[in-house]
């Protein structure tokens, strides 16, 4: 009795995936328009959305290209950004595809005013994936961001997201932040969130143009530049390259970077940093928040441009405390900024006392914009010089007549 009933479940689960269709909400890619590049930017009454769409045939490994740009741009407003992207069927002639999202533009007048409720879509649909960058255009608007053609990347939008990767890993000024990076950041105790921007940078029309990647210098290019501060979901101000840096040895987003210090007689000593590690810890002294911050530093000599002895050990230690210095210096100036100039708390320190001491956060949250300035930030830092590359000493300083 037992097998037959085994068999006829067997027989009715054929019989059922027989009556499937397969895919139910399969869609051809001929049927789609691959969006890679998305810009938001704030309009009367609502959005203006612009969508990146690549042009296959431009972009094909085989084939001769036709001249025309490998992308084409299309732009809808509407009072929601799900209206307004459905709203471009009105000229594009396939349904925009968000599955590929390279970049996420955000127009600073719209970071400005807020941009939780614009992000609530891409952050909800199953559709786009939640790996892609987030970036505020800084001093335009997202759309002039995404109509400039690039050479090297044909789409644009991988251009900036392959800029900003091969930056981050090698650059300290730069860091990464994807959708879900920002929604943490926003609902972080403690934390106000913290984006990259992107500047245009030479004209604007000749960068529209397929003249501008068939130039050796480009009349227009777009470079990442600068660390967006906001409250909130309200961007609040923007942190310089020297403040960028600070912020990522903070955060711990430093991979590898180059820096330089000023020789005993002048000229510079370079290092490349190879592993940089920061771990930073709350605590109460007297009643007062303290922050310590340890760094952990590991470099080695990239150039010299003076006459100094690096086979000196002295020398080595007084090179690894001027890094330290350094390294101090510029922590202290991001430190400064949020603390003073704009009194948000893009480094956390907020959320480092609520683990640490959740009953004493409690007591600050609701006036932590005033306590923050009394934040104590302590530094240990710990920089290792660990080579000096191929040679030792230098040739400069030593060449004959």
Not at 218 to 242: C, I, M, T, Y
Request: charged letters at 20%; proline letters at 4%; hydrophobic letters at 40%.
């Amino acid at each position: 009795m037992k097998r037959i009933v085994i068999l006829l479940l067997a027989i009715c689960a054929a019989s059922s995936a027989l009556l499937l269709s397969g895919c139910w909400n399969r869609r051809e890619l001929n049927d789609l328009g691959i969006m890679m590049g998305t810009a938001i930017d704030k309009e009367a009454g609502g959005y203006r959305v612009s969508a990146q769409v690549v042009d296959p045939a431009e972009v094909a490994v085989k084939g001769a290209a036709s001249g025309r740009s490998p992308v084409t741009m299309y732009t809808a407003t509407g009072p929601t950004v799900f209206e307004a992207i459905r709203k471009m069927t009105e000229t594009s002639p396939r349904k925009i595809y968000a599955g590929h999202i390279r970049v996420l533009i955000l127009g600073e007048a719209l970071a400005r005013e807020g941009i939780a409720q614009a992000l609530d879509l891409l952050s909800r649909d199953s559709e786009p994936r939640t790996d892609f960058y987030l970036m505020v255009a800084r001093g335009t608007t997202a759309q002039n961001v995404l109509k400039i053609l690039t050479p090297l990347e044909k789409i644009p939008a991988n251009k900036l997201f392959f800029s900003l990767n091969a930056s981050n890993e090698v650059w300290a000024p730069t860091t990464t932040f994807t959708m879900d990076d920002f929604v943490n950041q926003l609902v972080t105790e403690g934390e106000n969130p913290v984006l990259t921007g992107v500047q245009l940078v030479g004209n604007q029309r000749q960068g529209e143009s397929n003249r501008n990647v068939q130039e050796v210098e480009p009349s227009a290019h777009l470079v990442v530049r600068g660390l967006a501060l906001f409250r909130r979901d309200k961007l609040v101000g923007w942190l310089n390259e020297e403040e960028s840096i600070g912020y990522n040895i903070l955060m711990n987003h430093v991979k590898s970077t180059v820096g330089h210090v000023a020789c005993p007689d002048g000229g510079k000593v370079v290092t490349e940093v190879l592993r940089n590690r920061t771990k930073r810890k709350a605590r109460l002294a007297n009643g007062r928040p303290v922050i310590d911050v340890h760094v952990t530093t590991v470099a080695d000599v990239a150039e010299v441009e003076c006459k100094i002895d690096l086979n000196n050990p002295a020398m080595i230690r007084q090179l690894e405390r001027q890094f330290a210095q350094e390294a101090q210096r510029l922590m202290d100036t991001t430190v400064d900024a949020v603390q003073h100039r704009f009194r948000v708390d893009a480094l956390g320190f907020g959320h480092a006392i609520y683990m640490a001491h959740p009953r004493v956060w409690k007591k600050w949250r609701g006036d932590w914009q005033n306590v923050l300035p009394l934040v104590q930030v302590r530094y240990h830092i710990h920089f290792h010089l660990r080579r000096t590359a191929t040679v030792n000493n230098s040739f400069v300083g030593q060449t004959k007549e």
